[in-house]
C-alpha cells in the first residue's frame, strides 16, 4: 500500500505545553515531538512561528494557519492542525467556510493533558488522526478528539475535563473511535472535483448578545446601533424566543433599518429556532431577523464572517441560509 504524505501543523495548545510559573504555556514543536512515537509514514511537522494558547486566538492566526496549508496542500494527502480545545471549534468553523472544494481530511485535534504527562491524551487524538487523514475518505474539516470524529463546524467543547471534550450536539458524529475507528460514510461531504482554494478574507465587526433576564437595554442598544458592527447574533432563549419588550424589538428595527444582519440562534445545547412557534418570536421574522436555525454559535460567527467579506451586501441572506458546508 502506497505511504501517505501527512503534513502536521503545531498552532499550540495544551499537547505542546510545559509548566512555567505562571501556569502551562506552548513549548517548541521539537519538544512535542520527542514525546510523539515513531510512526512509519511520510509526516512533515511544521510549527507556527508562534505556537499560543488558543484562547488568544484571533483572525490573523486563522490566516496564517490557512497560508501554511495553502502552500502545501497539492504536495500531501492529509493535513493535522495540533491545536488548543478553547478555540478549537472556532478554528474548525472558520476553516469550513475559508478552505473551498476540499478533496482530503483537515483534521483539528490536541490534547486536554500536555503530551509530556504520561496519562496524556494528545498522543491516542495524534496517533488516530494519522490513521483517519490516511483513510482519504475525509474532505471537510473535523475535529478529532477521545473517541469522536465530529463536523467541524457542528461541534462544540462540551468538557474541560473529559478526554471526550467535545460533541456536535445537533448532529451525529461522523466517526467514533474505539478499538475500531468507524465512519459514518454516508454524513461525510462530497470530494470536489475542483481546485482547492482558501478565501482568505473575512469580516471581524461580528459581535454576539447572549440574552439572560438581567441583560442591560443600554448594552443591547450600544451594540445593536455600534456603527461599526456589520452583524449582531443574538443568543436567544427556547426555540428563538426573545423579549416582548417594545423599546428592544424597536432597536432590532432601527438596526435592520441601518443594514445590519441580525441573526437569531438559540443558547440551548440541543435546538434549533422555529420563529413564530412562540407569540415572543412572532414579531422577529418580519422585523427581519435571519433565523441561525441549529447552527452552533462558533459556526453562526464563522460564516457571518465569511459571507459577509465574500458577497454582496443584497446577496448575504439569502447565502447564508443556505448550507454552504454541512452546517445546517
Ligand atoms: N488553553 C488551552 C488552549 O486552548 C487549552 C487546551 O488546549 O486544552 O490552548
Request: positive net charge; aromatic residues 8%; charged residues 25%.
Amino acid at each position: 500500500m502506497k505511504k501517505s504524505k501527512i503534513f502536521v501543523l503545531y498552532s499550540g495548545g495544551t499537547i505542546g505545553m510545559c509548566e512555567s510559573k505562571q501556569g502551562l504555556k506552548p513549548a517548541s514543536l521539537k519538544k512535542l515531538k520527542s514525546y510523539l512515537p515513531k510512526i512509519n509514514d511520510l509526516i512533515k511537522f511544521k510549527s507556527l512561528k508562534n505556537p499560543i494558547d488558543s484562547s488568544s486566538i484571533k483572525p490573523k492566526d486563522w490566516i496564517e494557519i490557512a497560508k501554511e496549508i495553502k502552500k502545501v496542500y497539492d504536495n500531501y494527502d492529509g493535513f493535522i492542525i495540533l491545536h488548543g480545545t478553547d478555540t478549537m471549534a472556532y478554528s474548525a468553523s472558520i476553516f469550513s467556510f475559508m478552505f473551498e472544494n476540499l478533496s482530503k481530511p483537515i483534521i483539528l485535534t490536541g490534547s486536554q493533558l500536555p503530551i509530556s504527562n504520561p496519562r496524556s491524551d494528545g498522543k491516542i487524538n495524534f496517533i488516530n488522526s494519522i490513521f483517519v487523514a490516511k483513510e482519504k475518505k475525509i474532505n471537510e474539516v473535523v475535529i478529532l478528539f477521545g473517541n469522536k470524529i465530529l463536523r467541524g463546524n457542528r461541534s462544540i467543547k462540551v468538557s474541560s475535563t473529559s478526554f471526550n471534550a467535545f460533541n456536535s450536539p445537533n448532529f451525529s458524529p461522523l466517526g467514533l473511535i474505539g478499538k475500531d475507528i468507524k465512519i459514518d460514510k454516508k454524513l461525510l461531504l462530497k470530494s470536489s472535483n475542483k481546485k482547492f482554494k482558501i478565501n482568505y478574507k473575512l469580516e471581524t465587526m461580528v459581535a454576539n448578545i447572549v440574552l439572560t433576564p438581567t441583560t442591560q437595554m443600554n448594552f443591547i442598544r450600544d451594540t445593536l446601533l455600534n456603527k461599526n458592527i456589520k452583524a449582531i447574533i443574538i443568543e436567544s432563549y427556547g426555540a428563538g424566543n426573545m423579549p416582548e419588550d417594545i423599546e428592544f424589538l424597536n432597536l432590532l428595527k432601527k438596526a435592520i433599518k441601518r443594514g445590519k444582519i441580525i441573526v437569531n440562534i438559540t443558547q440551548i445545547y440541543e435546538g434549533i429556532v422555529e420563529m413564530g412557534l412562540y407569540k415572543t418570536s412572532d414579531k422577529l421574522k418580519s422585523l427581519g431577523v435571519i433565523s441561525g436555525f441549529n447552527m452552533t454559535l462558533e459556526a453562526t460567527i464563522s460564516k457571518l464572517m465569511w459571507v459577509i467579506a465574500n458577497y454582496k451586501s443584497k446577496e448575504v441572506k439569502t447565502i447564508f441560509a443556505k448550507s454552504l458546508r454541512g452546517e445546517l
